[in-house]
Nanobody
């Protein structure tokens, strides 16, 4: 049974940093491409960052470029999202997603709140 568990969400002040983790079980991390999405209240879920299966390519939505970094540790079956210089508009529930061909798995989400 595949399970993705996000962690690391918290309340943080503007300008602060967080590192989100997505720990996977029941699948082999190295076989999947990975993404982080977020959904703010009243808004649609949006793609934030993605990394290819081999880790050789990443892409980011414009609003987080230069502030967020997606990475993967296949040995730990874990994917990360390092978030720096956080802004109030980054407040959302963050989800990880694993993709392999037509298979896709989602985590349950972790809340990130940026507020003073």
């Amino acid at each position: 049974q595949v399970q993705l568990v996000e962690s690391g969400g918290a309340l943080v002040q503007p300008g602060g940093s967080l590192r989100l983790s997505c720990a996977a079980s029941g699948l082999t991390c190295s076989l999947y491409a990975w993404s982080w999405y977020r959904q703010a209240p009243g808004k649609e879920r949006e793609l934030v960052a993605a990394i290819t299966r081999d880790g050789g390519s990443t892409n980011y939505t414009d609003s987080v470029k230069g502030r967020f970094t997606i990475s993967r540790d296949n040995a730990k079956n874990t994917v990360y999202l390092q978030m720096n210089s956080l802004k109030a508009e980054d407040t959302a529930v963050y989800y990880c997603k694993a993709i392999f061909l037509k298979l896709a798995y989602w985590g349950q989400g972790t809340q990130v709140t940026v507020s003073s």
